[in-house]
């Protein structure tokens, strides 16, 4: 992505509502992100946030609304033609395989990424993605845990490894959820940096939902407030820190 791009908007979001039965855990969510950005969701637990997520990247049906990516109408497609459309996601809950290695670990994502199949892991013609690989280790400072079990690594390592594993198919647009949730202060640290390198270096947008305030208020450029499914603020950090609604709804939950 070249900075002529900086700015154009990436993902549209309009008027998406999810129910459950009688829960309305998305009521009614529009919002735009622009090319580079890194944009917050944060919200109270149980405000929908996920929800929302799922809704966009295709593993749930919303209920009503349409999600864009760039000016292509994105509703109802899977999760892997999002992906072939530049577009990837890491879950709340950690989704690395912990009997492969961290290196094996990022080649099958890649293989998914490509939509080839699991039974190439350790086939022929993987070269480019083992280079690939052996690259995103290093760039998030896993390097010495190449060849480690992924279920060996600590929480925090893993959930940086997770993080990488969604950046093997050099997607222009990742959906974060919670990737600092139970992450130590040092590797909360080298997670953030990394974020922003890669935001810097290939201008890639983010929309990250984390209850870690110091951490997202100082990635981030944006933030939106979810409280009960709908948006109740949005703005710089500093304004969406003091908005009293804001403040209510973390007290009142
Ligand atoms: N598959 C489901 N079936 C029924 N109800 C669901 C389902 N998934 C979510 N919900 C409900 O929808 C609401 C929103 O949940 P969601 O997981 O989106 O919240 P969240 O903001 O991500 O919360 P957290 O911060 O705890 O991860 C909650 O009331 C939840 O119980
Ligand atoms: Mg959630």
Redesign the pocket.
């Known amino acids: 992505m070249t900075t002529a791009d900086t700015g154009a908007t990436v993902l549209k979001v309009q008027n998406i509502a999810k129910s ?1 039965g009688g ?1 309305h ?1 998305v009521r009614d969510v529009s919002f735009e992100v622009r090319a580079g950005e890194i944009l917050g969701l944060i ?1 109270p ?7 929302l997520f799922n809704c966009i990247l295709g593993q749930l049906e919303p209920t009503r609304g349409k999600v864009l990516v760039g000016d292509s109408d994105v509703t109802g497609l899977r999760p892997s033609q999002l992906n072939r459309l530049g577009v990837g996601r890491t879950f ?1 809950l950690l989704q690395v395989f912990p009997q492969l290695t961290v290196t094996e670990n990022l080649i099958l994502a890649g293989q998914e990424h490509k939509g080839s199949r699991l039974s190439r892991l350790f086939g022929a013609g993987d070269a480019g993605l083992t280079a690939d690989a052996a690259r995103m280790v290093e760039f998030f400072r896993l390097g010495h845990l190449a060849h480690e079990k992924a279920g060996g690594l600590s929480y925090g390592q893993q959930k940086l490894l997770d993080c990488a594993m969604a950046f093997m198919a050099g997607p222009r647009l990742v959906l974060l959820d919670e990737p600092a949730g139970g992450v130590n202060l040092s590797m909360l640290a080298n997670l953030k940096e990394r974020l922003q390198a890669i935001n810097r270096e290939t201008g890639a947008t983010f929309v990250v939902i984390e ?1 870690n305030m110091e951490f997202v208020m100082s990635l981030c450029t944006r933030i939106i407030v979810l409280a009960e499914g709908a948006i109740i603020a949005q703005g710089s950090p500093e304004t969406v820190r003091r908005d009293p609604k804001v403040i209510e709804a973390y007290l009142g939950h």
């Open positions: 459950f829960v855990a919200g637990n149980g405000s929908g946030k996920t929800t709340q209850h």
